[in-house]
């Protein structure tokens, strides 16, 4: 399952992050590397961009970077 797909409230851990180039390091230098718990907290009117909180602190990601990390639901 890939984090654009993580419901509203869901608790998750990463368990990889695709993506190439800058994509993958921008997303990696975000603190969103695998083995680290997070939750979908908000989501946009329309649906995009979401809300995640991790490591202490929340991180907004565009539907399309959140399809590049894949998750496992707790």
């Known amino acids: 399952m890939t984090l654009d797909q993580l419901p509203l409230g869901r608790e998750a851990v990463i368990t990889r992050i695709g993506g190439v180039g800058p994509l993958r390091l921008r997303l990696l230098d975000m603190g969103l590397i695998p083995r680290t718990a997070l939750t979908v907290h908000k989501t946009a009117p329309m649906g995009d961009p979401i809300e995640i909180t991790l490591r ?19």
């Open 56 to 74: 202490g602190y929340s991180l907004t990601l565009r539907l399309e970077d959140a399809r590049s990390v894949e998750v496992a639901p707790q």
